[in-house]
């Protein structure tokens, strides 16, 4: 369960690290801002409403391309013979 909330705020929050990444580097040497400074004069709206639609379409992803054929039954991990045998579709 917390890898999928850390996969959504990732993906909330990677537009609004690239940008803060990018003007960072695009700043000249001498003129140290924090990362405080730079997101004062970010555009946030903009930032966040990429975000989300990065979000909903890795939610849109993951919800339709995982998981087996309906009636596929999932065979589960077993020991077997002194090894782990991998769990698998059925």
Not at 22 to 44: F, H, T
Request: proline share 7%.
């Amino acid at each position: 369960m917390i890898r999928i909330v850390l996969e959504n705020v990732l993906l909330f929050l990677l537009p609004t690290l690239a940008y803060v990444a990018y003007v960072a580097l695009r700043r000249q040497a001498g003129n140290k801002q924090s990362a405080q400074d730079i997101l004062d004069e970010a555009p946030l709206v903009w930032l966040f409403s990429a975000g989300a639609i990065l979000m909903m379409l890795g939610v849109a992803y993951f919800a339709t391309s995982s998981g087996g054929k309906p009636g596929q039954g999932y065979q589960p991990p077993i020991y077997k013979d002194g090894k782990v045998v991998p769990g698998h579709r059925e």
